[in-house]
């Protein structure tokens, strides 16, 4: 999954994403990452996000940096499906 996330920085750098929102994406994903745990990415479902979503809640986390979280997966999630990964 590091390979993709990578692959996914710059292919945003090249769509020219701002560096704060690039250094946002890398923060949220690799939070998503370390709470998937040993998770395949082929196996991150609906579920899964949702108990992301939750984790996040619980946490205190506001409704905008909620809304981010989800922004920062949406992206990467639709970079996946577009370049069929």
């Known amino acids: 999954?590091?390979?993709n996330l990578e692959?996914?920085?710059i292919y945003l750098e090249n769509k020219q994403?701002?560096?704060?929102t690039i250094n946002s994406y890398k923060k949220d994903l690799n939070?998503?990452?370390y709470f998937c745990n040993d998770i395949k990415i082929q196996n991150i479902d609906y579920k899964i996000i949702r108990n992301y979503l939750e984790f996040?809640?619980?946490?205190n986390y506001s409704q905008r940096s909620?809304?981010?979280?989800?922004s920062s997966l949406k992206s990467f999630?639709?970079?996946l499906n577009?370049?069929?990964i």
């Open 1 to 3: 999954m590091k390979k």
């Open 7 to 9: 692959q996914f920085y």
């Open 17 to 20: 994403y701002s560096n704060h």
């Open 31 to 33: 939070q998503f990452l």
């Open 56 to 59: 996040l809640h619980k946490k």
């Open 66 to 70: 909620i809304n981010r979280h989800i």
């Open 77 to 79: 999630f639709k970079y």
């Open 82 to 84: 577009k370049f069929d």
